[in-house]
């Protein structure tokens, strides 16, 4: 199952997302940091065709800025112009800081080795695949349309999904 | 429906392949010509991207020579060194010529407006999309994931398969 | 002539720069922004192409930090971690920044219509080049080789240039 | 110095080109076959750039084709079609085929290794640069302007010139 998210300030969205509320959706989940190169020349463009290419689709693209080093220099003020200049439109997250760590906590959650980074999660809150650095487009499309292609899980799983709302994935226990 | 194949020379595969009988299958038919810039520079490496992309599953690929100028220039022994070094693996035919016009047989029956061109055919035989040009990677891999996950048509229609194998599909008659 | 540089940081450089004590040499100097995405794109990787091709000449590389939207976002601390993550390895000033505009003092002073800017200055002093946007390689190549290809101007200009470097650049006055 | 060219027929031109005549002027002679991948991604379009650039210089620009494998694929004819499609405007020449070997004389004269080739000569017919692939844009932009900034050889030369057009580059002798 996916760990939940832990974000400290959201963009692009009116109200916070959560892994659990989203249960029944694909979500396509990138890391990134706004001084990464290679997040800034290949993850943020691909980022920007998978909202084009699925945009009818009920894909939740979430995009959690998971900084692990030059702290200071990546504040929150510069990652909203950041996406405001990189005309990225879905939404993202700051991951939230661990003071007793460099790795933020969603980002050490899910293991994720640096950025980018990216994680698949299916309809039924399952990891479908992982990522650290870019796949070729072609591969992501058909990952992410295949997953879009399984049926909604049945109502059996959807009360899990209020469960779990509830707290059943209160993650920062289990880190 | 996809119209029928009609095939001068195989290249890269030991015996011809006709729509009819590959009717269950996924087909991804992409038409080119060697001395086409778009076709060398776009098409060609995203039909190999497709064929890494999707060795596991049970698409077929069809390359398809469709010359409309230059024919002296692209004949099929020029054609078998442009595969050969262009490492393309998956099958091509070259599209039998059409002596009382620039553009060969099954150019004209599907109604190709240029090169590259290609269309997707779904198990059940029928065209689920067309490009005169090139789709992006994402978007491609998508599309051609939405059709493998499509099951196998049933074999009400295995059976006109056969019928059309036994020479029903002789198309020339049909344009 | 060139104007002269008002900087109120410098990085990958022991000692301020300045265009009067630099007459002699050609100067290439590039305006950027580091939330601006063609200068990340295809400045920046510009301005590393030209380290390496010009290494074993006497072109100096600037590059000018020239801030004129999202400051609170582009601080000098921002700067400093980008320009370490992304491998600048030629002197880089924070142009100072103007309490009566959004436009930095030497921006404004060559007339810099927003970033990725460049300017090619000769050894005499005098502006050969401008550029808003990017230049393609083969082009900027020729540009700055004809440059170095011209002769170091003579004693009587050198004297110039120690005068300028004592003082009479003061260019805040010609503004 | 530069070995002269043995071309068994020439396109974009309309009479013969040779190294011996054009002395006085750089040369930019790009070796390669039309069926070669990297001469088409990359050594062609990066000619046109040489082509666009230098248009207002006094370069000669000259391409060879040198076909060493796949003789039959390569003909003039389909050459011809090829400069058509991919809009190559400066001159090139078949390279003579020599029957004693899949290498054609030019080739073998200059001691290419493969395709792409080029060698960039100056005004005085000596080679100033060889290369086997493709240089970067920025350092061949660079090498080209430097080239073009040597002055033109004095009238000495230019005798030297006269005899060598008369028959003293008989450069199958010196093969």
Redesign the interface.
Same mark, same amino acid.
């Given at each position: 199952m996916a760990p939940e998210l832990s974000v400290s300030q959201w963009f692009n969205t009116p109200e916070p997302l959560s892994i659990a509320a989203l249960k029944g959706r694909v979500i396509f989940l990138h890391s990134f940091q706004l001084?990464?190169?290679g997040c800034?020349?290949h993850a943020i463009p691909?980022v920007q065709?998978?909202e084009r290419?699925?945009s009818g689709s009920d894909l939740q693209i979430i995009g959690l800025h998971t900084v692990f080093e030059?702290h200071? #220099?990546?504040?929150p +003020?510069?990652l909203?112009?950041?996406l405001?200049?990189?005309r990225l439109n879905s939404p993202v997250g700051v991951d939230l800081a661990d003071e007793a760590s460099h790795v933020p906590v969603t980002m050490r959650r899910y293991g994720f080795r640096g950025t980018p980074s990216s994680v698949l999660i299916g309809r039924d809150g399952t990891i479908l695949h992982e990522a650290f650095g870019i796949e070729?487009?072609?591969?992501?499309? #058909?990952?992410?349309? +295949?997953a879009l292609?399984t049926p909604v899980p049945d109502a059996g799983q959807a009360v899990e999904v209020s469960d779990c709302a509830a707290g059943v994935c209160a993650l920062p226990v289990s880190i």
């Open positions: 001084l990464c190169p800034v020349a691909q065709r998978i290419t699925f030059h200071a #220099a990546m504040s +003020t510069t909203e112009a950041f405001f200049e990189y070729d487009d072609l591969t992501l499309g #058909a990952r992410i349309a +295949t292609a």
